[in-house]
């Protein structure tokens, strides 16, 4: 089975198209949506909607517990606080309930899915270090565990003698022997210095990540955060992937 990843979407109408686009392109089986598909950007309810007629499996993330009102913004920076307040007002109430009612972290197919980190999810902590990793890879059991949050795509490993291995390719061939936890980046605010979107796969037959960047219409969403009146360094930030 040929699994397909998209994350943090970010209400960012234009890089979700893009990429369902070049999903489609390449192919894929199924289509799982690691979390906060809204917050930050314009276009919300399109992109809830778009999420529940593509997504096989979706979670929720801190952004989507903010905007139903399930999480306290006062830790969020004022632009993503000003953004969910924005968000909540727009939010139609069917697309409140749908993500009120998913999961923050959840096992499929024999793997592990979650928004933040297999240890304490509900804490939205991130994994940047390899000691993030080392930690977080004593509370899950799965052969891998893809996450999202953090906005930056990685593939790390854990050897059977607890050996952290950080790939430099966004490309692999996983050891059966190892245990993985993939990051598969941002579509709609990525944060790794590269302004395309990411997505992922997974094959389970042949046990192959990929991480794949793709182009969409920047300026084009930056435009309609503007006339939503949304702030100046959360359209700016799109153009550096920063
Ligand atoms: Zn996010």
């Not at 390899?130 to 893809?146: G, H, M, S, V, Y």
Request: charged share 25%; aromatic share 12%.
């Amino acid at each position: 089975m040929r699994l397909a990843f998209v994350s943090d979407i970010h209400s960012n109408l234009e890089a979700f198209e893009s990429c369902l686009a070049h999903l489609e392109r390449m192919g894929y089986d199924s289509l799982v949506c690691l979390g906060d598909t809204v917050g930050y950007g314009p276009d919300p309810n399109e992109c809830v909607d778009l999420v529940r007629k593509k997504v096989t499996l979706c979670l929720a993330g801190n952004h989507d517990h903010a905007v139903i009102g399930s999480l306290d913004t006062s830790y969020f920076n004022e632009y993503a606080r000003q953004a969910a307040s924005w968000t909540s007002s727009m939010l139609k109430s069917e697309h409140v309930d749908y993500l009120r009612d998913l999961d923050i972290i959840t096992e499929k197919w024999e793997l592990l899915f979650a928004h933040s980190t297999p240890f304490q999810p509900e804490m939205w902590n991130y994994i940047f270090t390899t000691e993030d990793a080392r930690l977080n890879f004593a509370f899950f059991e799965q052969f891998i565990c893809f996450i999202g949050h953090s906005h930056q795509p990685f593939i790390v490993a854990m050897t059977p003698e607890g050996e952290i291995k950080v790939y430099s390719e966004p490309e692999a061939d996983l050891n059966p022997e190892w245990r993985y936890i993939v990051n598969v980046g941002s579509v709609g605010q990525p944060r790794d210095g590269n302004p395309d979107s990411c997505v992922g796969f997974y094959d389970t037959e042949t046990r192959r990540v990929q991480l794949q960047r793709v182009p969409y219409d920047i300026e084009k969403v930056q435009e309609k955060m503007e006339l939503a009146g949304l702030h100046r360094f959360l359209i700016d930030r799109l153009a550096y992937g920063r």
